[in-house]
C-alpha cells in the first residue's frame, strides 16, 4: 500500500471515528479523500444546523434567563 493511500485511510479513519472496512483499502486513495471530504462537510453541516436550531429555541426563554441557559447548553 503506498504512503497517499495510507494517509488517505487513516485521514477516513478519523472522519469516521473508527477504523474503516479492510474493503477501502483496495479504493483509490483519490476516492478516499472524497469519502473523508464528503464526511467532513455533513457533520460541518449538522453541526451549523444544530446550532441555529439551538439559538432559535433560546427565543423562547425568557430575556433576562437566556445568558445563563446558554452557559449552561454549550459549555
Known sequence: MSTEATEAL???KTELGT???ESFARLAPERLA???GALRT????????L???AEEALKLV???????VRRILFR
Open 19 to 21: 477504523r474503516p472496512p
Open 34 to 36: 472524497l469519502l473523508a
Open 42 to 49: 455533513e457533520r460541518e453541516s449538522r453541526a451549523s444546523g
Open 51 to 53: 446550532n441555529q436550531t
Open 62 to 68: 425568557p430575556a433576562l434567563a437566556r445568558g445563563p
Open 10 to 12: 487513516e485521514t477516513l
